[in-house]
T-cell receptor, first 113, second 114 residues
């Protein structure tokens, strides 16, 4: 079955540690996205990538980094510079950079202790 | 002021009720309008997709877009307990400076009780 796989589903980390969230898709989609979801705030865009080896900052990129070395993979690193990293992180993909449907993974919940 | 405003609720209705969910927006360049449904601890899934103004119906769900008022709605007829979820509106200008990035509302939490 085609889809987006995020791992891990739950993650606990101590303050000051970097953590990397995995996102893999087998939909052959060009575009991939990372969103952050906090209660009462909807989804906010962190980074997006329209094509391999290229990515752009979204609305809240500070304290995060990404890479897009393969079409299927778009990992997100939450660095120690992110002041409030505890959140639900959602990875998504779409066929192209147009206004097409976003397909989401099941999310990763990060808790920083 | 946020680009997209959505009443977060929570909204609680009895089974069989008609539910109305709404979003307002300020960016007149938005042309594509979507509603996503998100069950607890899951990723959102696309429910309805409309372009420009007008209505679109799919089973018990009807999406309306009024670009002149910058207002979109989702109606759920004969609501069921399985409709209990968070509903997120999303929109895009599919070009210009946003390259198709979606701007989401805050989400409305809906509970349909038997």
């Amino acid at each position: 079955d085609g889809g987006i796989t995020q791992s891990p589903k739950y993650l606990f980390r101590k303050e000051g540690q970097n953590v990397t969230l995995s996102c893999e898709q087998n939909l052959n989609h060009d575009a991939m996205y990372w969103y952050r979801q906090d209660p009462g705030q909807g989804l906010r865009l962190i980074y997006y990538s329209q094509i391999v080896n290229d990515f752009q900052k979204g609305d809240i990129a500070e304290g995060y980094s990404v890479s897009r070395e393969k079409k299927e993979s778009f990992p997100l690193t939450v660095t120690s510079a992110q002041k409030n990293p505890t959140a639900f992180y959602l990875c998504a993909s779409s066929i192209d950079r147009g206004a097409g449907e976003l397909f989401f993974g099941e999310g990763s919940r990060l808790t920083v202790l | 002021q946020k680009e997209v405003e959505q009443d977060p609720g929570p909204l609680s209705v009895p089974e069989g009720a008609i539910v109305s969910l709404n979003c307002t927006y300020s960016n007149s360049a938005f042309q594509y309008f979507m509603w996503y449904r998100q069950y607890s601890r899951k990723g959102p899934e696309l429910l309805m997709y409309t372009y420009s103004s007008g209505n679109k119906e799919d089973g018990r769900f009807t999406a309306q877009v009024d670009k002149s008022s910058k207002y979109i709605s989702l109606f759920i007829r004969d609501s069921q307990p399985s409709d209990s979820a968070t509903y997120l509106c999303a929109m895009s200008d599919a070009g210009g400076t946003s390259y198709g990035k979606l701007t989401f509302g805050q989400g409305t939490i809906l509970t349909v009780h038997p």
